[in-house]
């Protein structure tokens, strides 16, 4: 069932755990068989999941049973343990107590807590790896709806407390911990303002409405229509009036007609749809599930439980979609 030799055969983590255990039990059975490998070569291949960093509880569990002393008080065994031996033995057994303590926890303080060993697992990767994470650049924001809210306590890296901040601005987006894309379009109405002066100068140089339309689509339609699919349909109409003026301003520069961004944004809702329905290997591609063969071209909705989800990108997709067919 397993090789002779596991050392020179790549076994994932779980294999490995599974050809150990099987030695235990054989020892157990027949302590003198010829098929049982010796107590360091196991230790040399436990090591694997000291170094790759495992997190199953079965790997920690194992090596704290190979690294273990029979004899603690053994003056023997001090001197031929290593330190770096000691120190995998510590480690198992702190990871086998952390792991106890998460399952152990209520559900709601798990998501917390795993949330924070994440950030601890990544400090410890950057240090292993010989990398520096700049504290001063790194932002903390909590995105939390729950009617009894708690208090959060910060997060440390390094032993430096992480700034939380309310919104943050990400790929151009400006995302905010209520989820209001107030501050972003506020933004990006501020710059493309700024760009409608660079088109009324080139009105008055003489150019073309076909060129003011190009300078238009290039300058100022790209700011307001950017990643529009993943924060316009929960705009409120507020904001869409103040985005839809600077649209108008524009059109009465040009003096021609301009799509509205409402209109930007089913035309593109519905493209980036069909591209993840082409795509088998998008991560977003098992959300779009067809119906039966009698209703071809018809897509399952999903269930929305708040105004938010109802309003975001994949239901206004699906139905889009179901609307063409």
Same mark, same amino acid.
């Given at each position: ?154 997060? @440390? ?16 987006? @400006? ?8 501050? @972003?379009?506020?933004?990006?109405? =501020? ?93 977003? @591609? ?23 989800? =109802? ?15």
């Amino acid at each position: 069932m397993y090789p002779e030799n596991p050392q020179r055969i790549d076994l994932d983590q779980t294999e490995l755990i599974n050809f150990i255990f099987s030695q235990i039990a054989l020892a157990c059975v027949l302590p003198g068989s010829s098929k049982l490998v010796a107590l360091t070569k196991l230790q040399d291949l436990s090591m694997r999941f000291y170094r790759e960093g495992s997190r199953s509880a079965s790997a920690f569990f194992l090596l704290s049973i190979l690294f273990w002393p029979e004899d603690p008080n053994d003056n023997r065994w001090k001197e031929a343990s290593s330190a770096k031996n000691e120190k995998v033995l510590i480690s198992a057994i702190d990871d086998l107590q952390r792991l106890c303590m998460l399952k152990t926890k209520p559900r709601k303080g798990r998501i917390v807590t795993h949330y924070r060993e994440e950030v601890r697992a990544l400090g410890v990767w950057c240090q292993e790896n010989n990398l520096t994470l700049n504290v001063n650049k790194t932002k903390e924001m909590i995105v939390d709806f729950r009617k009894q809210q708690r208090e959060h306590p910060p997060i @440390h890296i390094d032993g430096t407390v992480v700034e939380r901040v309310a919104s943050f601005k990400f790929l151009g987006i @400006h995302i905010t911990d209520n989820l209001n894309w107030s501050t @972003h379009t506020d933004s990006i109405v =501020k710059k493309a303002q700024q760009r409608l002066f660079n088109l009324r100068r080139l009105k008055k140089f003489g150019l073309s409405p076909k060129a003011l339309t190009n300078f238009y689509r290039g300058t100022i339609e790209s700011i307001l229509a950017g990643c529009i699919t993943a924060w316009y349909g929960n705009c409120s109409a507020l904001n869409r009036k103040a985005l839809q003026r600077v649209v108008r301003s524009a059109q009465g520069i040009i003096g021609g007609k301009l799509p509205a961004l409402q209109d930007t944004y089913t035309t593109r809702c519905y493209r980036k749809a069909i591209k993840i329905i082409k795509d088998i290997y998008h991560p977003s @591609h098992c959300l779009f599930t067809p119906l039966s063969s009698r209703r071809r071209g018809q897509y399952r909705c999903i269930k929305a439980g708040t105004e938010r989800l =109802k309003n975001s990108f994949y239901l206004k997709a699906i139905r889009l979609l179901n609307s063409h067919h």
